[in-house]
């Protein structure tokens, strides 16, 4: 099965900007839905970008609508996540996921296939 890795995590001071890269080992194009999700220490895993990768699709969870932008490069076979306007509430691991079964794009337990994630720090 195919195999995700993320990079780009570290730790900024609110208001910076991070860009998280997840690169899958197959043909992007073989996938339907590369999903960014996170996670905070005590709190639900939670969807925040997604791409339809044949069609090109982005998608949006409305809260972070604006700040966060999602990219794809297919020739890297990878995925990206712009993040802007940083805030200490969106300290979490994000992890990307793919090969999505049943369930819809923000259903964490419809894939099954992810990254070991990468951690983001936001200070004040």
């Known amino acids: 099965q195919v195999q995700l890795v993320e990079s780009g995590g570290g730790s900024v001071q609110a208001g910076g900007s991070l860009r998280l890269s997840c690169t899958a080992s197959a043909d992007t194009y073989s996938i339907n839905y590369m999903t960014w999700f996170r996670q905070a220490p005590g709190k639900e895993r939670e969807g925040v970008a997604s791409?339809?990768?044949?069609?090109?699709?982005?998608y949006y969870v409305d809260s972070l609508k604006g700040r966060f932008t999602a990219s794809q490069d297919d020739a890297k076979n990878t995925v990206y996540l712009q993040m802007n306007s940083l805030k200490p509430e969106d300290t979490a691991m994000y992890y990307c996921?793919?090969?999505?079964?049943?369930?819809?794009?923000?259903?964490?337990?419809?894939?099954?296939?992810w990254g070991q994630g990468t951690q983001v720090t936001v200070s004040t």
């Open positions: 996921a793919a090969d999505k079964t049943h369930g819809g794009r923000w259903d964490a337990a419809a894939y099954r296939v």
């Open positions: 791409i339809y990768i044949r069609g090109r699709v982005p």
